[in-house]
């Protein structure tokens, strides 16, 4: 499974940006998509992920700005970000879980390049 990860740039503070990953194969469907996020300096965090069947969870700091959402026709998950800060500044991964779970305690199997998002003040 190859990820390719895009749509990362630079916006200021309150600005949005979505991020779209593509991936390859047959059995997108039936994997779980995360998104992670490291920030220079940081660890790698998770930042929201989806289940095969839709269900979504959040990181605590990106609740009710970030939506996740996937498109299995395209092979694609998006993460919408809306209301950006500054410390949302970091490489954005998208990983795929071939249990299906997308929750952030899964180990993903495979990972994207990452796609850079700075958000100034």
């Known amino acids: 499974v190859q990820l390719q990860a895009s749509g990362g740039g630079s916006v200021q503070t309150g600005g949005s940006l979505r991020l779209s990953c593509v991936a390859s194969g047959r059995s997108f469907g039936s994997y779980g998509m995360g998104w992670f996020r490291q920030a220079a300096g940081g660890e790698r965090e998770f930042v929201a992920g989806?289940?095969?069947?839709?269900?979504?969870y959040y990181a605590d700091s990106v609740k009710g700005r970030f939506t996740i959402s996937r498109d299995n026709a395209k092979n694609t998950v998006y993460l919408q970000m809306n209301s950006l800060k500054p410390e949302d500044t970091a490489v954005y991964y998208c990983?795929?879980?071939?249990?299906?779970?997308?929750?952030?305690?899964?180990?993903?199997?495979?990972w994207g390049q990452g796609t850079l998002v700075t958000v100034s003040s």
């Open positions: 989806i289940s095969w069947r839709g269900a979504t």
């Open positions: 990983a795929a879980e071939v249990r299906g779970w997308g929750g952030p305690g899964y180990k993903y199997d495979y």
